[in-house]
């Protein structure tokens, strides 16, 4: 009994919410170490660093979408580029089309206006051809019937035949019945 | 406490006594002295690594310390005060947020295996620290009848019910608030240091014949709530640093 009652004096001496005097000063610089170091150093020196990569990264950012706005810019440029081109091509398509088909024309009539004259001298060349071929055949003929009748009849009839036309009327007889068998 | 009957070294208030570990000129330098002062080397040491040479691009040590201040400045002191208001007080916040958790954190390190916050003092000084802040900026904010408004709540629309309000608001603002603040912190750590001793010795001392099963309960709740009191510690910490933000935006409102 009387143990316990000194227990409990002991224990009263020891109050675990009165904080005893060394331990509060021992707690102050505890404290105050920490805090000396992450308000004088620590934290300007994180912030400084946490500032520069929000910098950087909000530079980046910036920088990317001038780039992106450039980009645009020089999209669209090539595109009205690109436009003009193609409608100077048509242009310039359309323009070709037209010359060829007029030089097509061209050619076709001056190919047409050949091909008559050619033909048109080649008639003439064949009547000549023929006429001159006629009346050499004409001649001979009449040559070779005169010579072939003086040999039958044994003697020259050539200024008789020549005045007497008869070997011109036996040739035109000739030609009717030729004419008439065709 | 020795005798009770069954010998059984019940944990009390004698496993918050530490004797002296020497003594210079009268003052006792004891165990909780000395794991305060490391803590304080701890949480200066780490944050040097990972903040003396910050870079832009961080390191792994850096990230960490990164994460940690964030987590107390964006998470705990912009939340309750905004960026603007808020950016004054973020040194003591972290300080306090880091110094509070390690110092809890003792509480289970092998060796160490005593929470410097159980001892009133340290959760003394820390709270006197948050009183002294908020209350004179009460008063640098509002002049000295503002910020007696701030504090006591006065609003003239009570009407009658106005002067027990301003006396209970008093009452609990300025005297109760710095005391509840301590308290909370000391009571948390102070109850877990309990649980933890009183779980650790049980398993020991159940350690015979038929008390053996005893025993292995008693040896799986010390881990169960090892594990419960790291979880706690951190609370706590937030919990003071949150209670503390939140006093100051109190003195920085315009209506209490």
Redesign the interface.
């Known amino acids: 009994m009387i143990?316990n009652l000194v227990?409990l004096a002991a224990?009263e001496k020891?109050n675990?919410?009165?904080?005893?005097g060394?331990?509060?000063l021992?707690?102050?610089?505890?404290?105050a170490?920490?805090?000396f170091?992450?308000?004088k150093?620590?934290?300007p020196?994180?912030n400084?660093?946490?500032e520069?990569?929000r910098e950087?990264i909000e530079g980046g950012i910036e920088k990317a979408e001038a780039a992106q706005v450039e980009a645009q810019s020089v999209l669209e440029q090539y595109k009205a580029q690109l436009a003009e081109a193609r409608h100077e091509a048509a242009r310039l398509r359309q323009e070709a089309q037209e010359q060829g088909a007029a030089l097509i024309a061209e050619m076709r009539a001056e190919g047409q206006r050949q091909r008559e004259e050619i033909v048109a001298a080649g008639h003439a060349q064949i009547e000549a051809d023929r006429k001159a071929a006629a009346s050499a055949l004409r001649q001979d003929v009449g040559h070779l019937a005169t010579e072939l009748a003086g040999k039958l009849v044994g003697e020259s009839l050539e200024d008789h035949a020549r005045q007497s036309r008869v070997i011109d009327r036996f040739l035109d007889e000739l030609e009717e019945k030729a004419e008439a068998t065709r | 406490?020795?005798?009770n009957g069954c010998g059984f070294p019940a944990p009390g208030?004698?496993s918050?006594?530490f004797k002296p570990l020497f003594t210079v000129g009268g003052?006792?330098f004891n165990k909780?002295?000395l794991l305060?002062?490391i803590?304080?080397a701890v949480?200066?040491i780490f944050?040097?690594a990972?903040?003396?040479k910050?870079?832009?691009i961080p390191g792994k040590l850096q990230m960490v310390?990164?994460a940690g201040?964030d987590f107390v400045r964006r998470g705990i002191v912009y939340e309750t005060l905004g960026k603007r208001d808020g950016e004054k007080y973020?040194?003591?916040m972290?300080?306090?947020f880091?110094?509070i958790w390690i110092a809890n954190i003792w509480s289970v390190i092998p060796l160490a295996q005593f929470p410097v916050s159980s001892?009133?003092?340290?959760p003394?000084?820390?709270a006197a620290?948050v009183y002294l802040t908020w209350l004179p900026l009460t008063f640098k904010k509002h002049g000295f009848a503002g910020g007696f408004k701030n504090i006591t709540g006065y609003d003239a629309s009570l009407g009658a019910v106005l002067p027990l309000v301003v006396v209970i608001e008093f009452f609990s603002n300025v005297i109760v608030r710095p005391f509840t603040h301590a308290?909370r912190l000391?009571a948390n750590m102070?109850a877990g240091h309990l649980l933890l001793v009183m779980f650790t010795v049980a398993s020991w001392y159940l350690l015979n014949s038929w008390l053996i099963p005893g025993a292995a309960v008693s040896f799986v709740m010390t881990i169960v709530m090892v594990m419960f009191e790291l979880f706690v510690q951190a609370v706590q910490a937030y919990v003071f640093v949150l209670l503390a933000c939140s006093y100051v935006q109190g003195a920085l409102a315009e209506h209490h």
Not at chain 1, 26 to 31: E, L, M
Not at chain 2, 119 to 122: F, K, R, S, T
Request: glycine share 4%; charged share 10%; net charge negative.
């Open positions: 143990a227990q224990e020891q675990p919410l009165v904080p005893p060394p331990e509060l021992v707690g102050a610089i505890a404290f170490i920490v805090f170091f992450f308000w150093k620590l934290l020196n994180i400084k660093v946490l520069e990569r950087a | 406490m020795s005798d208030l004698h918050f006594l003052f006792e909780v002295m305060a002062l803590t304080s949480v200066v944050f040097s990972a903040f003396g910050a870079k832009v310390g990164e201040y973020v040194p003591l972290v300080s306090l880091f110094f001892i009133i003092a340290y003394a000084v820390l620290v308290v000391f102070f």
